[in-house]
C-alpha cells in the first residue's frame, strides 16, 4: 500500500510539476538554467519519494512503539519515568538547533546538484560544438569542479547526521545506565520488585531502539524535506498570465492588420538595456513587410513581441485593433501566428509526427499537402522510411536546408493569418536558400508575412521595407524607393554586394 501511494503521489507530482513549468513564460527560461530545472523534475522527486515511504513506514512503527512503551513505563514506576523525562527537554533542544543546521546544508547540497546536472546536461545538449572547439578538458574541469563542491557538501552534511546520530545513541545508553542506578536504589529500599525492573528495563530499551531509528531517520528527512522544498518552490508558481487568461476568437479568423504604437521594450534580464524606443509600425492585411538593419538593433525583437514571447512595457501591439495583451497567448500562437526561425528544432522522433506538431489533429493527408507545399515532399520520399524517417536528436540527421522545409510545413499545418520569417534562410548555402526561398514564395500568398532579414537580396519584392537603426524605424519603403534615396539601405546593399563580390 505504501509502495502504491509513493509512486502515485511521485506521479502527480512530476505531472502537476511540469505543468507548471512549461505554463511559464519566456522570461523564467531566461532566468533559469534547463539542467536546474530537469533536476527538480527528477532527483529532487525521487529524493522527496523515497523519503516519503520510509520515513511513514519506519517513523510510524518507531512512534507507535514509542508511545506504547512511555504508557507502559509510566504505569511500571512513575518515579523512574519521570528521572528519565528530565533530561529530555536537553536533548530537544540540541536536536532542533543542530537539525536546523543540517537541512540548510542539505539544501545548498541539493542546489549543488542542480548545479553539475546542468553543467553536464548542456555539454551534451551542445555536443558538437564542444567537440567542434575541443573544449572536452575544458567542460570536464568545470564539472569536475560543481561536483567537487557539491561532494564537499555532502561530505559536511554527513558528518553532521552522523554527529546527530552519535549524540544520540550515547544520550540513549547514558539514559540506560541512570535506569540501572537508581531502578537498583528503588529495588533495594523495596518500591521495585525484580520483575518490574526487567520490565521497566525492556520497555526503555525497545523506546531507546526506536529513538535510534528515528535518529538515523532524520538524515533522509534532511534530504528529502530539502528536495521537497525544491519542488514545491516550482509547484507553487502560478502559471502565466499570458497563457491562461485572454480572449479566444474561435468564431472567426483574423485577417491579420498589425499596429506597432509607441512601443518601448526591454528584455527582463536586462531592464536597463532599451531594444525599442517609440517604434511605430503599421502592417497591412496581406502585405510582406521586411525588417532590416545591422545585428543588435531589434529586429528579432519586434518577432519576439509579435509572437508575445514578451509584453511590451509602453506603447501597444495590435492585431486587427485587438490589443496582443487581450488575447489568449496559447490560442494566438497555436491559431493566428506561424513562426519559422533561423534554426529550427526538431524533435527526435519521425518527419510525420514533426510536422504534425504544428497541428496536432491533423490527418496525414494534410501533412502530406503541407509537406508539397513547403517543397519538402520530394526529399522526403526519397528516404527508406519516407515520412516515418526518424530525424535524430534536434534533426540532426537532416540537412539545413531539409530541417527548413519541414519547418516551414510545420507552421503551415494550423493555417495561420500571418507568417513571421525570422531570418529564415540566413544559415543556409546558396542552393539551399534558392529552394527554401521557393518554398516561402509558395506559401506567403494572402497572408501577412513579417520577415527579418539578414541576406537583402531576399526581400526585394517585398511591398514595405524596414531599416531599424538603435531600435527606432530610420527608413521605410519599397526596395525602388529606398534605393533611389541612397541613405542607409543603399549603404546596405552595397555592403552586401561588396561582400558577395
Not at 81 to 101: D, E, F, K, Q
Not at 420 to 430: C, G, K, N, V
Request: charged letters at 20%; hydrophobic letters at 40%.
Amino acid at each position: 500500500m505504501l509502495s502504491h501511494v509513493g509512486e502515485r503521489i511521485a506521479m502527480n507530482l512530476r505531472q502537476d510539476l511540469f505543468k507548471s513549468i512549461i505554463m511559464q513564460d519566456i522570461r523564467f527560461f531566461d532566468e533559469n538554467r534547463s539542467g536546474e530545472i530537469v533536476s527538480r523534475l527528477t532527483s529532487d522527486i525521487q529524493d522527496f519519494k523515497s523519503t516519503f515511504k520510509i520515513c511513514i513506514s519506519q517513523g510510524l512503527r518507531s512512534t507507535t512503539q514509542i508511545i506504547g512503551c512511555i504508557v507502559s513505563v509510566i504505569g511500571i514506576s512513575p518515579q523512574l519515568t519521570a528521572a528519565t523525562v528530565l533530561s529530555l527537554p536537553t536533548i530537544i533542544l540540541i536536536g532542533t538547533l543542530l537539525g536546523r543546521s543540517l537541512r540548510k546544508l542539505s539544501n545548498e547540497a541539493q542546489n549543488q546538484l542542480a548545479k553539475s546536472t546542468a553543467v553536464c546536461e548542456e555539454a551534451i545538449q551542445n555536443i558538437r560544438t564542444v567537440k567542434a572547439f575541443a573544449a572536452e578538458e575544458k567542460e570536464i574541469e568545470m564539472f569536475s569542479t560543481e561536483v567537487t563542491l557539491g561532494s564537499m557538501l555532502n561530505e559536511k552534511l554527513g558528518f553532521g547526521i552522523g554527529l546527530f546520530q552519535g549524540g544520540t545513541n550515547l544520550f540513549l545508553n547514558g539514559i540506560l545506565l541512570c535506569t540501572l542506578y537508581f531502578g537498583g536504589h528503588l529495588l533495594s529500599t523495596g518500591q521495585l520488585t525484580p520483575g518490574e525492573l526487567m520490565a521497566f528495563l525492556m520497555a526503555t530499551q525497545t523506546i531507546q531502539k526506536s529513538l535510534s531509528q528515528l535518529s538515523l531517520l532524520f538524515g533522509s528527512y534532511v534530504r528529502g524535506i530539502s528536495a521537497g522544498a525544491r519542488v514545491f518552490e516550482y509547484l507553487n508558481m502560478p502559471p502565466s498570465p499570458m497563457m491562461i487568461s485572454g480572449e479566444v476568437i474561435g468564431d472567426r479568423s483574423l485577417a491579420g492588420s498589425i499596429t506597432f504604437k509607441n512601443v518601448k521594450f526591454s528584455y527582463p534580464t536586462r531592464q536597463d538595456h532599451v531594444i525599442l524606443k517609440d517604434f511605430n509600425l503599421h502592417i497591412p492585411a496581406g502585405k510582406t513587410v521586411a525588417i532590416v538593419g545591422t545585428s543588435g538593433n531589434g529586429k528579432s525583437t519586434i518577432a519576439a513581441l509579435l509572437e508575445r514571447f514578451y509584453d511590451v512595457n509602453d506603447g501597444s501591439i495590435t492585431i486587427d485593433g485587438k490589443d496582443l495583451r487581450s488575447l489568449n497567448a496559447s490560442y494566438l500562437r497555436g491559431n493566428v501566428l506561424g513562426y519559422i526561425d533561423q534554426e529550427p528544432i526538431l524533435f527526435a522522433t519521425s518527419i510525420i509526427e514533426n510536422i504534425r506538431y504544428g497541428k496536432p489533429s491533423a490527418t496525414d493527408e494534410d501533412v502530406i499537402e503541407m509537406a508539397k507545399k513547403a517543397n519538402a515532399h520530394e526529399f522526403i520520399m526519397k528516404f527508406p522510411h519516407k515520412y516515418e524517417t526518424q530525424v535524430g536528436e534536434r534533426g540532426t540527421q537532416l540537412s539545413g536546408g531539409q530541417k527548413q522545409r519541414i519547418a516551414i510545413a510545420r507552421a503551415l499545418l494550423k493555417k495561420p493569418s500571418i507568417l513571421i520569417l525570422d531570418e529564415a534562410t540566413s544559415a543556409l548555402d546558396y542552393e539551399s536558400e534558392k529552394i527554401v526561398q521557393k518554398a516561402l514564395d509558395n506559401v506567403i500568398q494572402g497572408r501577412t508575412v513579417l520577415v527579418i532579414a539578414h541576406r537583402l537580396s531576399t526581400i526585394k519584392n517585398a511591398d514595405i521595407i524596414v531599416v531599424l537603426q538603435r531600435g527606432m524605424i530610420a527608413e521605410m519603403g519599397t526596395h525602388k524607393e529606398l534605393i533611389e534615396k541612397k541613405g542607409l539601405y543603399y549603404t546596405l546593399i552595397n555592403e552586401q554586394d561588396k561582400e558577395g563580390t
